[in-house]
Nanobody
Framework: VQLQASGGGLVQAGGFLRLSCAASGRTFSSYTMAWFRQAPGKEREFVAASRRNGGSTIYGDSVKGRFTVSRDKAKNTVYLQMNSLKPEDTAGYYC???????????????????WGQGTQVTVSS
């Protein structure tokens, strides 16, 4: 599986962006698709996930209620709609795919098998 993330940019606080992650391959539904982010000097942080085979969506505490993850099976693409952006949301955002993780491990970056190249989101105050 190859992942291509896009949609990052510079936005003012309170604004919005939508990130996209296009996946190659014909078994898109079999993968849990997630977004992580990493700011300079900080650890990689779980943002959101859409679990495989029609499973649930899960969010990190810092984005719950502001971000929405969704997937388009026809386009093999997962999206991250980010609303009410804050300066602390500034980071590189990475999409990832996992084919065998359990629900309890969905937030753990080590269970993901494939990673995209990242797209930068910068939120100005």
């Amino acid at each position: 599986v190859q992942l291509q993330a896009s949609g990052g940019g510079l936005v003012q606080a309170g604004g919005f962006l939508r990130l996209s992650c296009a996946a190659s391959g014909r078994t898109f539904s079999s993968y849990t698709m997630a977004w992580f982010r990493q700011a300079p000097g900080k650890e990689r942080e779980f943002v959101a996930a859409s679990r495989r085979n029609g499973g649930s969506t899960i969010y990190g505490d810092s984005v719950k209620g502001r971000f929405t993850v969704s997937r388009d099976k026809a386009k093999n693409t997962v999206y991250l709609q980010m609303n009410s952006l804050k300066p602390e949301d500034t980071a590189g955002y990475y999409c990832a795919a996992a084919y065998s993780e359990t629900l309890s491990a969905t937030r753990n970056p080590t269970v993901y098998n494939y990673w995209g190249q990242g797209t930068q989101v910068t939120v100005s105050s």
